[in-house]
């Protein structure tokens, strides 16, 4: 279908497959829906349940080109869609601590460590302009719809808790305003950069780690069960976002990046510190006034976010530092489609 990115119009074709049930589920939306599709067992984790339960979630998004829209709510497809979920979620669980700490976890965000390592102290310090587009590839797949996601969850909350979310959310969608949506921004850090805006150009290149994040958002989103995971992941993202934005800022302003590629990242530092307090204050405040009992739900959806965080991390920085690519292509993404 043609899909509309913040201006773009972008044929969203289906991705290529990772494995036997990426496979499958590629086999099955080529055809017409009611075709029972078979599960093969695939590593939670790993590339091929990745991208099937991406395709599976984009039919809920933008869809694909030559996929009949029905597919969107085809029984036989959800069922498949709920066991590669239950695989996921299932990890998800099993890696992470859980507890019912909540301000633990909150003021644990809040901690800058001296002298840092992650990936956005590695690009301002050291990054090259390769190491930093290939970091726009990777964040394209979940920058392109930014906000979306969460917007699930608005319908599930109530009161203050609802209208501090929607106040975060309005932000995030350029206050009314297309030129200024976070998903347009984006795309046009990437015209700057020199690389194809179109919307998830390059989710064929981005391995595992950074798509995982993307569907844990979308998985927390569609499920009214997950909903105080879905409020933690999203104070998570908004708690963290502001000193790493700074940093990336710094990186491109050291490379002379275009400033359409600064200004994503600056835009970034100024809503998220507020967003910051609105989230933890107003939010997640309200939320557990209305439903203590979703506390341990919002520190695992912290903690997940930590997690997946974690491991798209390690991945940059070992490819980074053995020389190789991060990517699962090495030279198709560097070609502008612009020039």
Same mark, same amino acid.
């Given at each position: 279908?043609?899909?509309?990115?913040?201006?773009?119009?972008?044929?969203?074709?289906?991705?290529?497959?990772? #494995?036997?049930?990426?496979?499958?589920?590629?086999?099955?939306?080529?055809?017409?829906? /009611?075709?029972?599709?078979?599960?093969?067992?695939?590593?939670?984790?790993?590339?091929?349940?990745?991208?099937?339960?991406?395709?599976?979630?984009?039919?809920?998004?933008?869809?694909?080109?030559?996929?009949?829209?029905?597919?969107?709510? &085809?029984?036989?497809?959800?069922?498949?869609?709920?066991?590669?979920?239950?695989?996921?979620?299932?990890?998800?669980? *099993?890696?992470?601590? #859980?507890?019912?700490?909540?301000?633990?976890?909150?003021?644990?965000? $809040?901690?800058?460590?001296?002298?840092?390592?992650?990936?956005?102290?590695?690009?301002?310090? &050291?990054?090259?302009?390769?190491?930093?587009?290939?970091?726009?590839?990777?964040?394209?797949?979940?920058?392109?719809?930014?906000?979306?996601?969460?917007?699930?969850?608005?319908? =599930? !909350?109530?009161?203050?808790?609802?209208?501090?979310?929607?106040?975060?959310?309005?932000?995030?969608?350029? /206050?009314?305003?297309? &030129?200024? +949506?976070?998903? =347009? !921004?984006?795309?046009?850090?990437?015209? #700057?950069?020199?690389?194809?805006?179109?919307?998830?150009?390059?989710?064929?290149?981005?391995?595992?780690?950074?798509?995982?994040?993307?569907?844990? +958002? *979308?998985?927390?989103? $569609?499920?009214?069960?997950?909903?105080?995971?879905?409020?933690?992941?999203?104070?998570?993202?908004?708690?963290?976002?502001?000193?790493?934005?700074?940093? +990336?800022?710094?990186?491109?302003?050291?490379?002379?990046?275009?400033?359409?590629?600064?200004?994503?990242?600056?835009?970034?530092?100024?809503?998220?510190?507020?967003?910051?307090?609105?989230?933890?204050?107003?939010?997640?405040?309200?939320? +557990?006034?209305?439903?203590?009992? $979703?506390?341990?739900?919002?520190?695992?959806?912290?903690?997940?976010?930590?997690?997946? @965080?974690?491991?798209?991390?390690?991945?940059? $920085?070992?490819?980074?530092? *053995?020389? @190789?690519?991060?990517?699962?292509?090495?030279?198709?993404?560097?070609?502008?489609?612009?020039?």
């Amino acid at each position: 279908m043609t899909w509309s990115n913040g201006g773009y119009d972008t044929v969203v074709k289906l991705p290529s497959p990772r #494995g036997p049930l990426s496979e499958a589920v590629a086999d099955a939306l080529s055809g017409e829906p /009611g075709r029972p599709i078979p599960f093969a067992s695939a590593d939670a984790f790993g590339e091929d349940l990745t991208i099937a339960l991406h395709i599976m979630y984009e039919l809920h998004y933008g869809g694909f080109d030559g996929v009949d829209p029905a597919w969107e709510w &085809d029984p036989d497809l959800l069922r498949l869609r709920a066991q590669a979920e239950a695989a996921f979620l299932g990890r998800l669980r *099993s890696e992470v601590k #859980g507890g019912d700490d909540l301000d633990g976890e909150l003021d644990a965000l $809040l901690v800058e460590h001296v002298p840092g390592s992650g990936v956005s102290h590695h690009l301002r310090d &050291d990054g090259t302009w390769d190491e930093m587009r290939e970091y726009f590839a990777h964040r394209s797949v979940y920058h392109h719809k930014e906000a979306d996601p969460h917007a699930w969850v608005i319908p =599930r !909350l109530r009161g203050r808790a609802k209208a501090a979310l929607v106040a975060v959310e309005f932000d995030e969608f350029g /206050g009314g305003r297309a &030129d200024r +949506m976070h998903s =347009r !921004l984006y795309a046009d850090l990437l015209d #700057g950069a020199g690389m194809s805006s179109d919307y998830l150009a390059y989710l064929d290149d981005v391995p595992a780690p950074a798509i995982a994040i993307v569907n844990m +958002m *979308s998985l927390f989103g $569609l499920h009214r069960s997950l909903r105080g995971a879905l409020v933690g992941h999203f104070a998570a993202a908004e708690i963290t976002t502001a000193p790493s934005a700074q940093r +990336m800022a710094q990186a491109l302003q050291r490379l002379e990046a275009d400033p359409r590629c600064v200004e994503f990242f600056t835009e970034h530092v100024e809503a998220d510190a507020v967003h910051e307090q609105i989230m933890r204050r107003d939010v997640i405040g309200s939320l +557990m006034e209305q439903e203590p009992e $979703l506390r341990a739900d919002v520190v695992f959806g912290i903690q997940a976010t930590e997690l997946l @965080e974690r491991r798209l991390a390690d991945h940059l $920085l070992s490819s980074w530092r *053995s020389g @190789e690519t991060s990517l699962r292509t090495r030279l198709r993404w560097l070609v502008s489609q612009n020039g």
